[in-house]
């Protein structure tokens, strides 16, 4: 049976990449792209597909939304949470609502998203969820407060989840990227970007297709004996 692939955040560098990287390594899956507003990019990756790829309209942190999106698409064999996004300020700045909405947008969402697929994961007793979080999980910066505490949530949720699944067959993973080619805020300086590189032993950025290929693995038949795991892919920063 082909699997059906649902990937949050589907419009941004990183979401594309694991969309391409499951249409051109699992030609039978049916990929769902999963987008709110700035859908462009998506649909010419579904228009281009010939029907391997789907829009489907969801916000990630609406719990009705999300019913809405798995009636549409039937059942979910595999979930990666990949949407997210960050406010960056000091805590000493940082407004409660850039708080809320930094939590609610990276760590209420990947609830909202598991506790959607769990009810026919378990029915079918197998299915895959990939949660993407962060380096700034277990590496944070400064002035990141609201999303590093998000993204811990997000590896603490991923191995609490890990283990009230494991015996329906259901695996939850964590992958932990680095700084990603494509996935940079605009407003950061060349020079900046260049100080970055020189902090990675690697001497450069992710790859979006890079990221993409483990979170392809751990989503894949071969992984069935993976679960709880947070896997930082940096380069070797830490």
């Given at each position: 049976?082909?699997?059906?692939?649902?990937?949050?955040?589907?419009?941004?560098?990183?979401?594309?990449?694991?969309?391409?990287?499951?249409?051109?390594?699992?030609?039978?899956?049916?990929?769902?792209?999963?987008?709110?507003?700035?859908?462009?990019?998506?649909?010419?990756?579904?228009?281009?597909?010939?029907?391997?790829?789907?829009?489907?309209?969801?916000?990630?942190?609406?719990?009705?939304?999300?019913?809405?999106?798995i009636e549409q698409i039937g059942s979910v064999d595999v979930l990666v949470n990949n949407a997210g996004f960050h406010e960056d300020a000091l805590l000493a700045n940082m407004k409660s609502d850039q708080w809320s909405r930094v939590l609610d947008g990276n760590l209420g969402s990947v609830f909202h998203g598991c506790q959607a697929v769990m009810p026919g994961m378990m029915r079918q007793r197998g299915g895959r969820i990939v949660n993407i979080a962060s380096l700034s999980a277990i590496h944070p910066p400064a002035g990141q407060t609201n999303y590093a505490a998000a993204k811990a949530g997000v590896v603490g949720l991923t191995k609490s989840l890990a283990k009230e699944a494991a015996r329906m067959g259901i695996t939850v993973n964590a992958v932990l990227p680095g700084y990603i080619e494509g996935g940079l805020p605009q407003e950061w300086s060349e020079e900046h970007l260049k100080a970055l590189k020189m902090q990675l032993p690697m001497r450069r950025f992710a790859r979006p297709a890079e990221v993409a290929a483990a979170v392809f693995f751990l989503a894949s038949p071969e992984a069935s004996y993976i679960t709880g795991t947070a896997l930082p892919i940096d380069g070797g920063m830490i």
């Open positions: 049976m082909p699997r059906n692939i649902l990937i949050t955040g589907a419009n941004g560098a990183l979401g594309l990449a694991i969309a391409e990287f499951f249409l051109s390594h699992e030609p039978e899956a049916i990929v769902h792209l999963g987008v709110r507003e700035r859908r462009e990019r998506a649909a010419a990756l579904a228009e281009r597909s010939e029907g391997r790829a789907r829009l489907v309209t969801l916000e990630i942190t609406d719990p009705e939304a999300w019913k809405v999106a």
